[in-house]
């Protein structure tokens, strides 16, 4: 990851960056000292050992150090953990009737009836989507100020299991180190730095760019499952740059020591964690979909009504006799309040027909 890290002088400028980038880029000034990556291991300064993250738990260390020889785990237990949940993932997929990983070459076809029911859903989902384009966009409300300006502390993601990664959150925690991008540069091109947590507020977190110590300065607040937020050795093997913050810049001569130095040792995200963010986001609810649910007016019955939107496993129902949309209320996907169509039939319950 700190392959190739130069410092460079006034009178010439660096572009191997922009060469190893998939996309042409501007060439980056030569007045800051910039990390180089060429995809490949980085090695300490004496060239000799390099680093490597473990594959399991996410713990940063020397290369070397690691265990096997394919060097991917830190130890034998985090070897025999990986390979024991890789088979129960496998085996949990085969019952769930889910498809088949790489190494399972079983190809499943979907049924032609299946294929043409998702085709039609598609299609009622691109119109609702036409209709709801004129939304007026709804302000947010800033957790992380709110929870600083407070001294709030804030319930871990953990205690919500029904809630996206709430199962697999456990690895996230304070002093986890991260890949950004650097806000604090002048360069005309995307460069980033590793970042620590500071302080954790539900799924924000608030972020201090390596090299600052007690500086809060520029701390900020972000979604630790933003697009932007990678572990440790993202910018290595995908050709990005790391750029010291310019503020900082001048406190240290040989940025590569100072980040194997902080870094060893150091825990950072795992390397499916964006994998598990999308597969947690993913939800059998989809727009359009009726559902009994009990009438908000008469507790004692239930009524008719359609998703309209689904968001972070939270539904927004609209009752169907309702004609400009405004009769509505939330509520989780696993409420108690809503059941499949026929449901009040099938048990006797009191039911208002459209």
């Given at each position: ?17 922009s ?9 980056l ?5 910039i ?29 070397d150090?690691f265990y096997?020889?394919t ?22 997929a ?16 979907q ?20 209709k ?28 919500f ?13 304070e ?6 991008p ?22 924000n977190?608030?972020l ?13 607040w ?11 050795g ?27 130095k902080?870094l ?7 390397p499916d ?19 009994e649910?009990?009438?908000k ?28 949309k405004?009769?509505?209320f939330?509520c ?6 809503i ?16």
């Open positions: 990851m700190f392959d190739g890290y130069d410092s460079c002088s006034e009178d010439t400028s660096s572009s191997s960056s060469d190893e980038s998939e996309e042409e880029v501007a060439p000034p030569s007045s800051l000292p990390i180089k990556n060429n995809g490949q291991v980085y090695t300490y300064p004496d060239g000799k050992s390099g680093m490597a993250t473990c594959e399991m738990c996410g713990m940063v260390g020397v290369r150090a096997s020889k060097k991917r785990f830190c130890s034998v237990s985090c070897s025999r953990s990986y390979s024991s949940n890789s088979k129960k993932a496998s085996i949990l085969r019952l769930q009737g889910k498809p088949p990983t790489k190494k399972a070459k079983v190809l499943q076809k049924p032609l009836v299946a294929k043409l029911a998702a085709y039609a859903q598609y299609q009622a989902t691109l119109q609702n989507q036409a709801t384009k004129a939304a007026v966009p709804v302000e947010g409300f800033s957790w992380g100020n709110y929870i600083n300006s407070n001294s709030f502390t804030a319930a871990p993601v953990t205690c299991k029904h809630a996206p990664m709430g199962t697999c959150w456990g690895d996230i925690a002093g986890v180190r991260v890949e950004v650097n806000t604090d540069c002048s360069l005309p091109t995307k460069v980033f730095w590793i970042a620590g947590i500071v302080k954790l507020a539900g799924y977190a608030l201090r760019y390596e090299g600052f110590e007690n500086d809060s300065s520029l701390d900020f972000c979604n630790i499952c933003g697009s932007d937020i990678h572990p440790v993202w910018c290595a093997t995908s050709g990005k740059p790391l750029v010291p913050p310019r503020t900082i810049q001048h406190k240290y001569t040989n940025w590569k020591a100072f980040l194997v902080r060893t040792g150091a825990k950072t995200l795992p964690f964006s994998q598990k963010v999308s597969e947690s986001m993913q939800y059998p609810f989809k727009t359009s979909m009726r559902v649910v009990v009438d007016t008469h507790l004692c019955r239930t009524r008719v009504a359609v998703v309209e939107s689904v968001i972070g496993g939270r539904l927004r129902l609209v009752y169907e006799e309702s004609e400009d405004t009769d509505d939330w989780h996907m696993y409420s108690p309040l059941h499949h169509i026929g449901w009040s039939r099938s048990i006797g319950h009191r039911f208002k027909r459209s």
